[in-house]
């Protein structure tokens, strides 16, 4: 059970806009903590998508943007392409006793 | 390019130990934060350790807590795991902290798999 909470799966067409939910707490997203989504391609690790909640680093397209309010964020993709399908992460931090980060449980993301 | 690279991944009993290393390569290591994060196959990421740039700072999720040991030098990341579970089986990765840039870079993970 993930700390963070995301969709198991979300679909669209090419061209179409998707949202993929992440949702936490007061001790985490709610206590003001960043919010970083990371793409992982199929058999590859892990990549930075967005970071600080709205950020895209160089090379990102900006078809892919963050925002965050309360205790959730949200990462929304526009104009979907096939290269697109892959499994995206959110993560942030904690105040809990001894805990510094904490992943959402991933979500893929299937073009149809 | 800045990169880490990790090592010392393979097959060990349950209830072994195994250390795991990790190198970076474009940047100073030592001016940064670092994290280790594990993925079982076909699952979610997961955290496991924190170290800060003081060497002392140390965090571990809870289901590593006490039997797992980050630990750092100038150029290097390691992570001592002993008593191993079948559940510690997946990929680590060593991770840099880049602050508000998010965790960054990955490194390509280092495969541990744990059987009785």
């Known amino acids: 059970q993930s700390v963070l909470t995301q969709p198991p799966s979300v679909s669209g067409a090419p061209g179409q806009r998707v949202t993929i939910s992440c949702t936490g707490n007061?001790?985490?997203?709610?206590?003001?903590?960043?919010v970083h989504w990371y793409q992982q391609l199929p058999g590859t690790a892990p990549k930075v998508l967005i970071y600080?909640?709205?950020n895209r680093p160089s090379g990102v397209s900006d078809r892919f943007s963050g925002s965050k309010s309360g205790t959730s964020a949200s990462l929304a993709i526009t104009g979907l392409q096939a290269g697109d399908e892959a499994h995206y992460y959110c993560?942030?931090?904690?105040?809990?006793?001894?805990?510094?980060?904490?992943f959402g449980g991933g979500t893929k993301l299937t073009v149809l | 390019e800045v990169q880490v690279v990790e090592s010392g991944g393979g097959s060990v009993q349950r209830g072994g130990s195994l250390r795991l290393s990790c190198r970076s390569f474009?940047?100073?290591?030592?001016?940064?934060?670092m994290n280790w994060v594990r993925q079982v196959p076909g699952k979610g990421l997961e955290w496991v350790s924190y170290?800060?740039?003081?060497?002392?700072t140390i965090y571990y999720g809870d289901s590593v807590r006490g039997r797992f040991t980050i630990s750092r030098d100038k150029d290097s990341l390691y992570l001592q795991m002993n008593s191993l579970k079948d559940e510690d089986t997946g990929m680590y990765y060593c991770?840099?902290?880049?602050?508000?840039?998010?965790?960054?870079?990955w490194g390509q993970g280092t495969l541990v798999t744990v059987s009785s």
């Open positions: 474009g940047f100073t290591m030592s001016a940064y934060s």
């Open positions: 991770v840099r902290d880049d602050g508000a840039a998010g965790f960054d870079p």
């Open positions: 600080g909640n709205t």
């Open positions: 007061s001790s985490n997203i709610g206590a003001g903590h960043d």
């Open positions: 170290i800060g740039i003081d060497f002392r």
């Open positions: 993560q942030s931090y904690d105040n809990s006793l001894n805990i510094y980060a904490v």
